[in-house]
């Protein structure tokens, strides 16, 4: 009597106890299912089809596509540009947005740094289209910026503002600034005045307390916002698209390009150009960030 | 100390406000070219009207590609937040073998540019005869929108008092009732700021849809992309008048009622 009691008693504890230990197992199921079956084997098909192009014709097995791009000289010169254009955006970014991060953890009005805040942050909700077509508007031979420079007589004729890397760089900037802000933005508000106290009174003057104190702390958001916005300018399309007007050639470029002509396997090997970069260029800079911790470590004790 | 006083504080904030102006121009001047009276790009506008809106509501193409965007953008939302809460209650909540690499697994996709794969589902649609409906549309901007709400739901689960759900638990509720009543209320601001991202980033997608889309299935950006590749006449600018508004109206309505500071840590954290 007591035994039939019990027996259920400790097989329901059992099961609880398994459902416990397994309880992760269906809450996982759906983000890994949807992400295996269409993220990862989407790799794999691109990887795939690099080396089996199956249009036009049947699939066989051809490095043509990535000797095509590693043998001629112009993909590497593509290349080149989409690297400068991205170390261009992320030197302007960081010279542009420390400071106005800066300024901006330094306003003491509520109000103002809310609009600040806003004013900041409500372009990334405009879509980067309609923000592109404002500069091509701005920046046309016709446009605000050409007749403000004329009427000012700093210049006689209107000077080429799109369809180059001017154009491009220019929009490039004012899409990407505020993820080159919010990352040093979060790191300026938590310093505390006490380190930057302690290094006037031992008779730092401004910048050597800037130089020696607030920048090494800033240092990690400044590196993130610049991996962000060096990876996110190599990888665009719409801006550079738009903004060069076909007459800058960027790797995004080149994919449309080969997409458009139905040169899938061309387009498959420029993608996975383009994920190697923006895979090298992020642990690149993570592992220069380590080592600089370590010197830090090293020379502080 | 006044501001004013200190020059070098003066400097910062005038470059500030410079900034700032470069960061409205071209939206403000998109604004100004909906009502211009002619069809290319000069400033100042010859005159004024509103023809751009007449010619706007004519072209039903962009309205097919709004509704388009707006079931993409809800969809993919939708499963972000539900998959997305589930997976970061796991990998907050329970300690297992490989719960490190899963993470990897489950945010990839916000390494990998979007054009890159872009390209590599196009390919994936086209080998599933899936190529050209909203289906796979959907699924491509879930992939990028749902690390988006696993990581800042995984941070915000991190912050939950995880106390109160023992205490529900030891208290006879059981898990599903113990999620409803005490989790879920404490992560109403993660799902909100991680549903907020989700649309917004589907809303705003033109490289993961660009090679994905035909005719029927066009989404608003690249309805928008192609538009501006055919003319500039300012239709684009009319129709940006009413994203605008919208976009200002949710800006608003944001940094209203999340805290500044999760925005801010949410946006450095959040940066695709």
């Given amino acids: 009597m007591a035994r039939s009691e019990v027996l259920p008693a400790i097989s329901r504890r059992g099961w609880r106890v398994a459902a416990r230990r397994y309880a992760h197992l269906p809450l996982l199921a759906p983000s890994v299912v949807a992400s295996i079956a269409v993220f ?18 049947p699939a066989r097995f051809t490095w043509a596509a990535w000797q095509r791009f590693l043998g001629d000289p112009f993909y590497w010169s593509v290349v080149g540009v989409t690297l400068r254009l991205g170390a261009v955006v992320t030197v302007l970014s960081l010279l542009i947005g ?59 004729t209107p000077i080429p503002l799109i369809f180059n890397m001017t154009g491009i760089v220019i929009a490039m900037v004012h899409i990407l600034l505020p993820f080159m802000v919010f990352p040093i933005l979060s790191v300026v508000g938590q310093l505390t005045p006490d380190l930057k106290e302690a290094a006037q009174d031992l008779g730092a003057n401004r910048w050597q307390t800037f130089r020696r104190v607030t920048l090494p702390l800033t240092l990690p958001g400044v590196v993130s916002g610049a991996q962000i916005v060096f990876t996110l300018t190599i990888s665009a399309f719409v801006t550079p698209f738009l903004m060069g007007g076909g007459r800058v050639q960027i790797l995004s470029g080149l994919i449309y390009r080969d997409m458009e002509a139905v040169n899938l396997g061309f387009a498959a090997v420029v993608a996975l150009v383009l994920l190697v970069l923006a895979m090298a260029i ?15 470590e090293v020379s502080g004790a | 100390m006044r501001p004013g006083r200190d020059p070098v504080r003066t400097v910062l904030f005038v470059f500030l406000a410079l900034v700032l102006i470069f960061m409205l121009a071209p939206i ?34 962009l309205f097919r590609a709004a509704l388009n965007s707006l079931i993409v953008a809800v969809a993919a939302t939708g499963i972000s937040l539900l998959a997305g809460t589930l997976a970061a209650l796991a990998l907050v909540r329970y300690r297992f073998f490989g719960r490190e690499l899963l993470r990897a697994v ?38 990028v929108t749902l690390p988006f709400a696993i990581s800042i739901l995984s941070a915000t689960l991190v912050a939950a008092d995880r106390s109160l759900e023992e205490a529900a638990m030891d208290l006879g509720a059981t898990p599903l009732v113990t999620f409803w009543k005490v989790t879920l209320p404490q992560i109403r601001t993660g799902l909100a700021v991680s549903g907020f991202f989700a649309f917004i980033i589907s809303w705003d997608q033109v490289e993961t849809s660009l090679f994905l889309v035909k005719t ?50 949410l946006l450095a954290a959040g940066g695709r």
């Fill in chain 2, 28 to 61: 403000g001047f998109v604004l100004v070219y909906a009502f211009s009276s002619v069809s290319y790009a000069i400033f100042p506008p010859p005159g004024y009207s509103i023809r751009w809106f007449v010619k706007l509501f004519q072209q039903e193409a």
């Fill in chain 1, 98 to 156: 420390y400071p106005t991060a800066y300024a901006m953890s330094k306003i003491r009005r509520p109000g103002w740094a809310l609009a600040a805040y806003l004013i900041l942050f409500a372009p990334i909700l405009v879509s980067v289209v309609v923000r592109t077509y404002g500069w091509l508007l701005l920046l046309s031979q016709t446009g605000a910026v050409n007749y403000v420079l004329r009427t000012l007589g700093l210049i006689q």
């Fill in chain 2, 216 to 265: 029927a299935n066009k989404t608003l950006p690249v309805e928008m992309f192609y538009y501006l590749q055919r003319q500039q006449d300012p239709v684009i600018a009319a129709l940006s008048t009413f994203l605008i508004a919208v976009a200002v109206i949710v800006a608003v309505v944001a940094v209203a009622t999340v805290n500044p500071r999760d925005l801010q840590r």
């Fill in chain 1, 40 to 57: 990862w084997v989407c790799m794999a098909v691109l990887i795939t089809i690099s080396v089996y192009p199956f249009l036009p014709g």
């Fill in chain 1, 282 to 296: 992020l642990a690149v800079s993570n592992q220069l960030v380590r080592r600089s911790y370590v010197r830090a």
């Fill in chain 2, 106 to 143: 489950f945010l990839a996709p916000l390494i990998v540019p979007r054009i890159a794969f872009g390209v590599a589902m196009m390919i994936y649609a086209l080998l599933l005869r899936r190529f050209g409906g909203l289906d796979s549309l959907i699924l491509a901007h879930l992939m």
